[in-house]
């Protein structure tokens, strides 16, 4: 099992800056990729971006630029620096990792909520 927090979503203007924390705990030697999502009331959970073990980074087109994935292995923590945050990035923002010591399974966060305002 595999335990994640998530910490620093909140109320931001348009244009100003948030980073998103995610702690993880329990099994953590077997997770090997993370990400965060994010979902609006209405819409499907969608992927914003993800990060290996070995520190490779995928973003979602209307991220990139503006937001840094990044992990600290040895402290299990993942985060999601988001600069020049736009109206249309508002969502709860959920942590993800990749459990494969026993068949892949998914864990997830409880979410943080991000409120951007215009």
């Known amino acids: 099992q595999v335990q994640l927090v998530e910490s620093g979503g909140g109320l931001v203007q348009d244009g100003g800056s948030l980073r998103l924390s995610c702690a993880a705990s329990?099994?953590?030697?077997?997770?090997?990729?993370m990400g965060w999502y994010r979902q609006t009331p209405g819409k499907e959970r969608e992927l914003v971006a993800t990060i290996s073990a070995g520190g490779n980074t995928y973003y979602t087109e209307s991220v990139k630029g503006r937001f840094t994935i990044s992990r600290d292995n040895p402290k299990n923590m993942l985060y999601l620096q988001m600069n020049s945050l736009k109206f249309e990035d508002t969502a709860v923002y959920y942590c993800n990792a990749d459990s494969r010591c026993v068949g892949l399974v998914d864990y997830w966060g409880q979410g943080t909520q991000v409120t951007v305002s215009s």
């Open positions: 329990g099994n953590t030697i077997c997770i090997s990729t």
